[in-house]
């Protein structure tokens, strides 16, 4: 059984920083496509980035300058550094993984809460 388990969320001033990291267990982590998405307050769930097994990395606009993901097969951890925060980030943020072939085989983690306010 994959299991995805997410840390580092919490509250900060706009401006500032936090880093997320999304620890997998259970299988091979190099498999794995991973994405970090997130879920604002009475919105829909949406991509924030993206990293393939080969390190190709797909970034939304919306926060693109400001985060950047990472991993750390060595780890079996994807991280999501997070700069220049700012009110709109506030959302329940999610790791994902996909496999690399079966794209059905998708697992979610728990979620972790971002709230940016003064």
């Known amino acids: 059984q994959v299991q995805l388990v997410e840390s580092g969320g919490g509250l900060v001033q706009p401006g500032g920083s936090l880093r997320l990291s999304c620890v997998v267990s259970?299988?091979?982590?190099?498999?794995?496509?991973m994405a970090w998405y997130r879920q604002p307050p009475g919105k829909q769930r949406e991509l924030v980035a993206g990293?393939?097994?080969?390190?190709?990395?797909n970034i939304a606009d919306s926060v693109k300058g400001r985060f950047t993901i990472s991993r750390d097969n060595a780890k079996n951890t994807v991280y999501l550094q997070m700069n220049s925060l700012r009110p709109e980030d506030t959302a329940v943020y999610y790791c994902?993984?996909?496999?690399?072939?079966?794209?059905?085989?998708?697992?979610w983690g728990q979620g972790t809460q971002v709230t940016v306010s003064s």
């Open positions: 990293i393939t097994r080969g390190g190709t990395i």
């Open positions: 994902n993984a996909v496999h690399f072939i079966v794209a059905s085989a998708r697992y």
């Open positions: 259970g299988n091979i982590f190099s498999i794995y496509n």
